[in-house]
């Protein structure tokens, strides 16, 4: 079980790397994606190993393979983006009030 604040922890930068990852099948692919470099990508993913206590690529495998957790978080990760997609462009061109 995640400690009761871990998932605080958690940035949607590092969802968006585990996403870019499944999505083009390679960190190289992921950091052209995202825009940032691979050791980036890279730290994306192991401080979201880190917050979730679980390893979410076999990185002895050529190429890389996906744990089941990784999966599991990959389609949870995907819904969380969308609303976080969703609720910038519903509110995020207002302005405070």
């Known amino acids: 079980m995640l400690a009761r604040y ?54 002895d495998a050529r190429p890389f393979q996906l744990t089941t957790a990784a999966k599991e978080v990959y389609a949870v990760a995907v819904r969380v983006l969308a609303s976080v997609h969703e609720l910038e462009s519903r509110f995020g061109n207002r302005r405070p009030r």
């Open 6 to 59: 871990a998932l605080l922890e958690m940035n949607i930068q590092y969802l968006e790397a585990l996403v870019a990852v499944v999505d083009t099948g390679s960190i190289v692919g992921a950091a052209d994606r995202l825009h940032i470099s691979q050791p980036a990508v890279t730290r994306r993913i192991q401080n979201l190993e880190e917050i979730l206590n679980t390893p979410l690529l076999y990185r």
